[in-house]
């Protein structure tokens, strides 16, 4: 029977976490911006899961065991009606307002039935196993660990194995099977049940419960109630860990390392944290005290020593400030996490009420959870430009840290926690001052000296007031994140947060978008139509406008991505461009003149921005309209892959004249994109040719090597770029299988050296 149990569990939750980044890429095609969609996406799922666990929660209070079946599996057969999972084809996204209410109805209409249908799956089977005859039905939240285990597979298989090998429509199938299996699964366990009722029923005495309207009455315990606060406790404790895996996420696939699919490691540590916790805490090991201390206890439990080191991770993390560059800094706050994680989580689990509550206990977790989603993915955007939930979260958490037992060991640690929180702040405040930041030293100095105040004189609780100055160290290290310069702006949106920073010698204005450098201009007047950066006239972009500039093939030239607006220095009189930008943050940074000036002082002739993905308002415009279209729109971790399949470049095809040319900007550290180009150039009938970039010196700060690659109709049409001797032929692949709307592979283009 708990094999039973555990299997139908782990498929459920293996389920709910292929189908989300699965539809996510079904509807890429439509709305383009990865970012909205994973956002969007992401808070449907928390919402339908908060959902699927209030359902559990009335239905296994309000009906007996034959109402929950009968009503359960009407869902079940209800859900296979929308099933398999794919985009209806009369949906069309709209193109003037906001596409995010558009795309919750979308989900709601296309996988709402399937996907509530397996979120019950977890919370309904532990309390249909708490009322069998098993000897661990007292406790049945160790199956919480077989749903958490079947997530991380999931979440690993799904880029490893099912991406680069079936296509979106095979997928929805195998998604079809998965949830019919599951359904059989669930007739199993119930059962299962029905069974273990009938053999409680006919002995006499051998199980100490009274039948009431099938259901079972458990007996009093010490969770005959449950109080507000300790909601609240389970809210907190549950949200705390869900902003912060956000929050982590986006500072180091932002700040530290944009490499693709990096994401999936802070939220599959999440789920690990989880499976630790509800494996291995026992129930009552890490209580929510308000009350004076208990005895000092004489051993040390894991968890305990958990709590006690939490503190010291969060100084490291704080400590990672002052560390240059990407993979050190990136795996502390990894561990920070993964080890923050470890203890909220066990403190949840360890404060599990008896199997009575156990629907109301996971309905509170998941409203942690939603608070943490909707924080991170929708309210902070809105109303912080810069990562701001991030240090709050971690600041929130010195507070919220659970209290344990008393230890002989707890002096020892508490003067080297003192010692390396005083440490760090004194080095953070020779660090501002060489950056001439006076009043943040003067913060840092007031912070120290109330937390050696308070220490002397043994104010109760003193370590959460030192994590006050933990907290504002990280709270500047990300409203400063720039060693060298000043912030002139920042701004942020869905997207990510953009910042001009201007150079010490006040001659440069970098673009920022985390630590990724997406534009420069020379601010000295007679260097302001200078293009920099990736664009310099000597790069291979130079050399396409040299070549094909001018001519009547490129009277009118498209470029998705505006960045600061660089390629318009490349404009003739006779030339028209159209900018396609989706950020409108990029478009007030472009043509503000206090920051950049590339739009205002150096266009030639006539120009426009529009607003919006570049495929979806490319395909508005005219046919054989564009002479060149250029795409610089591969610079970050979310590589926009419906901008380079078959049917994207079809569809450029038919906006582009018969002699026109299209230039993609493919410089990237972490993936390979030749290949893809060469791929569907040929799959096209179209010559590839590819440049790479390397005679910038590395000292050269104003400019970067670059690679780029261009497609067109016939090799002579090329021919000015071939006489250069710098531009080379790039072959398809032997395996001829190219990227389409239905296929892509990531895994397969990552750099891994």
């Given at each position: 029977?708990?094999?039973?149990?555990?299997?139908?569990?782990?498929?459920?939750?293996?389920?709910?976490?292929?189908?989300?980044?699965?539809?996510?890429?079904?509807?890429?095609?439509?709305?383009?911006?990865?970012?909205?969609?994973?956002?969007?996406?992401?808070?449907?799922?928390?919402?339908?899961?908060?959902?699927?666990?209030?359902?559990?929660?009335?239905?296994?209070?309000?009906?007996?065991?034959?109402?929950?079946?009968?009503?359960?599996?009407?869902?079940?057969?209800?859900?296979?009606?929308?099933?398999?999972?794919?985009?209806?084809?009369?949906?069309?996204?709209?193109?003037?307002?906001?596409?995010?209410?558009?795309?919750?109805?979308?989900?709601?209409?296309?996988?709402?039935?399937?996907?509530?249908?397996?979120?019950?799956?977890t919370p309904l089977l532990q309390r249909w196993f708490a009322e069998t005859d098993h000897t661990s039905a007292s406790d049945p939240y160790f199956l919480y660990a077989a749903s958490n285990l079947g997530s991380v597979l999931a979440l690993l298989g799904?880029?490893?194995?099912?991406?680069?090998?079936?296509?979106?429509?095979?997928?929805?199938?195998?998604?079809?099977?998965?949830?019919?299996?599951?359904?059989?699964?669930?007739?199993?366990?119930?059962?299962?049940?029905?069974?273990?009722?009938?053999?409680?029923?006919?002995?006499?005495?051998?199980?100490?419960?009274?039948?009431?309207?099938?259901?079972?009455?458990?007996?009093?315990?010490?969770?005959?109630?449950?109080?507000?606060?300790?909601?609240?406790?389970?809210?907190?404790?549950?949200?705390?860990?869900?902003?912060?895996?956000?929050?982590?996420?986006?500072?180091?696939?932002?700040?530290?390392?944009?490499?693709?699919?990096?994401?999936?490691?802070?939220?599959?540590?999440?789920?690990?944290?989880?499976?630790?916790?509800?494996?291995?805490?026992?129930?009552?090991?890490?209580?929510?005290?308000?009350?004076?201390?208990?005895?000092?206890?004489?051993?040390l439990s894991t968890h305990a020593l958990l709590v006690r080191l939490l503190p010291f991770a969060l100084l490291l993390l704080a400590s990672s400030t002052i560390v240059e560059g990407s993979w050190q800094p990136m795996l502390l706050h990894l561990a920070?996490?993964?080890?923050?994680?470890?203890?909220?989580?066990?403190?949840?689990?360890?404060?599990?009420?008896?199997?009575?509550?156990?629907?109301?206990?996971?309905?509170?977790?998941?409203?942690?959870?939603?608070?943490?989603?909707?924080?991170?993915?929708?309210?902070?955007?809105?109303?912080?430009?810069?990562?701001?939930?991030?240090?709050?979260?971690?600041?929130?958490?010195?507070?919220?840290?659970?209290?344990?037992?008393?230890?002989?060991?707890?002096?020892?640690?508490?003067?080297?926690?003192?010692?390396?929180?005083?440490?760090?702040?004194?080095?953070?405040?020779?660090?501002?001052?060489?950056?001439?930041?006076?009043?943040?030293?003067?913060?840092?100095?007031?912070?120290?000296?109330?937390?050696?105040?308070?220490?002397?004189?043994?104010?109760?609780?003193?370590?959460?007031?030192?994590?006050?100055?933990?907290?504002?160290?990280?709270?500047?290290?990300?409203?400063?994140?720039?060693?060298?310069?000043?912030?002139?702006?920042?701004?942020?949106?869905?997207?990510?947060?953009?910042?001009?920073?201007?150079?010490?010698?006040?001659?440069?204005?970098?673009?920022?978008?985390?630590?990724?450098?997406?534009?420069?201009?020379?601010?000295?007047?007679?260097?302001?139509?200078?293009?920099?950066?990736?664009?310099?006239?000597?790069?291979?972009?130079?050399?396409?406008?040299?070549?094909?500039?001018?001519?009547?093939?490129?009277?009118?030239?498209?470029?998705?991505?505006?960045?600061?607006?660089?390629?318009?220095?490349?404009?003739?009189?006779?030339?028209?461009?159209?900018?396609?930008?989706?950020?409108?943050?990029?478009?007030?940074?472009?043509?503000?003149?206090?920051?950049?000036?590339?739009?205002?002082?150096?266009?030639?002739?006539?120009?426009?921005?529009?607003?919006?993905?570049?495929?979806?308002?490319?395909?508005?415009?005219?046919?054989?309209?564009?002479?060149?279209?250029?795409?610089?729109?591969?610079?970050?971790?979310?590589?926009?892959?419906?901008?380079?399949?078959?049917?994207?470049?079809?569809?450029?095809?038919?906006?582009?004249?018969?002699?026109?040319?299209?230039?993609?900007?493919?410089?990237?550290?972490?993936?390979?994109?030749?290949?893809?180009?060469?791929?569907?150039?040929?799959?096209?009938?179209l010559q590839c040719l590819v440049c790479r970039d390397r005679d910038v010196a590395p000292q050269d700060l104003s400019r970067a090597n670059s690679v780029y690659a261009v497609l067109a109709h016939n090799r002579a049409d090329l021919k000015e770029l071939?006489?250069?001797?710098?531009?080379?032929?790039?072959?398809?692949?032997?395996?001829?299988?190219?990227?389409?709307?239905?296929?892509?592979?990531?895994?397969?283009?990552?750099?891994?050296?």
């Open positions: 029977m708990p094999l039973a149990y555990t299997v139908t569990i782990f498929l459920s939750a293996s389920l709910l976490f292929l189908v989300q980044p699965m539809f996510a890429k079904m509807v890429l095609p439509l709305l383009g911006g990865t970012p909205t969609v994973w956002n969007t996406c992401m808070l449907f799922f928390q919402g339908v899961l908060l959902a699927g666990y209030g359902y559990t929660h009335v239905l296994t209070g309000r009906f007996g065991h034959r109402g929950q079946m009968a009503l359960h599996f009407t869902v079940l057969f209800s859900a296979i009606v929308a099933l398999p999972i794919a985009v209806p084809h009369d949906w069309s996204p709209p193109t003037v307002a906001t596409p995010v209410f558009w795309l919750l109805w979308l989900l709601v209409v296309s996988v709402g039935a399937p996907v509530f249908a397996v979120s019950t799956t799904y880029p490893l194995l099912i991406e680069p090998n079936f296509a979106l429509a095979d997928q929805g199938w195998l998604w079809f099977g998965g949830f019919a299996v599951l359904t059989a699964l669930m007739a199993t366990c119930a059962w299962h049940l029905k069974r273990s009722r009938v053999r409680v029923s006919s002995s006499s005495g051998s199980h100490p419960v009274k039948q009431n309207g099938g259901r079972k009455d458990f007996p009093a315990s010490a969770d005959s109630s449950i109080n507000t606060r300790r909601r609240l406790y389970w809210v907190a404790l549950s949200f705390v860990p869900s902003s912060w895996m956000l929050g982590v996420t986006t500072y180091i696939t932002t700040d530290l390392s944009p490499m693709p699919l990096l994401w999936v490691i802070p939220l599959a540590l999440y789920l690990l944290t989880f499976i630790w916790a509800f494996s291995r805490v026992k129930r009552g090991e890490a209580k929510f005290e308000t009350g004076r201390a208990k005895q000092p206890a004489s051993t920070a996490f993964f080890l923050a994680g470890l203890v909220f989580h066990g403190a949840l689990a360890s404060d599990r009420p008896s199997a009575q509550f156990l629907t109301e206990y996971y309905l509170w977790m998941a409203v942690g959870g939603f608070l943490g989603g909707l924080l991170n993915g929708l309210i902070a955007p809105l109303i912080s430009s810069c990562l701001l939930e991030y240090p709050l979260t971690l600041l929130l958490a010195f507070f919220l840290c659970p209290q344990v037992q008393p230890h002989k060991l707890d002096r020892l640690l508490n003067v080297t926690f003192v010692g390396l929180t005083a440490l760090l702040i004194f080095g953070w405040l020779l660090d501002l001052n060489i950056r001439q930041s006076p009043s943040l030293v003067n913060l840092l100095f007031l912070v120290l000296l109330l937390s050696l105040v308070l220490i002397v004189l043994n104010v109760a609780h003193w370590r959460k007031f030192v994590g006050v100055g933990v907290g504002a160290v990280l709270l500047m290290a990300v409203l400063t994140p720039l060693r060298d310069g000043s912030v002139l702006y920042t701004g942020r949106s869905y997207f990510g947060v953009h910042r001009v920073v201007r150079s010490p010698d006040e001659s440069l204005h970098y673009l920022y978008h985390g630590r990724t450098v997406h534009g420069i201009q020379d601010r000295r007047p007679e260097h302001h139509c200078e293009p920099l950066s990736y664009y310099h006239r000597h790069s291979p972009l130079g050399e396409i406008f040299e070549a094909f500039s001018g001519s009547g093939s490129t009277q009118r030239i498209a470029v998705v991505g505006l960045g600061t607006g660089a390629t318009i220095c490349y404009q003739q009189p006779e030339e028209e461009f159209t900018f396609y930008e989706i950020d409108p943050i990029v478009q007030y940074v472009a043509e503000s003149e206090e920051l950049f000036d590339h739009l205002k002082r150096c266009s030639r002739g006539p120009y426009r921005i529009i607003i919006g993905d570049g495929r979806l308002k490319l395909a508005e415009a005219p046919d054989e309209y564009y002479g060149m279209i250029f795409f610089d729109a591969f610079s970050s971790d979310a590589i926009p892959v419906h901008l380079l399949t078959r049917e994207a470049i079809a569809m450029y095809l038919a906006k582009m004249r018969e002699d026109g040319i299209l230039v993609f900007h493919i410089s990237n550290i972490h993936v390979d994109l030749e290949q893809v180009l060469a791929d569907l150039a040929a799959d096209a009938g071939d006489q250069t001797g710098q531009w080379l032929e790039s072959r398809p692949s032997t395996s001829g299988r190219v990227w389409t709307d239905d296929y892509s592979n990531i895994i397969g283009i990552l750099r891994w050296w």
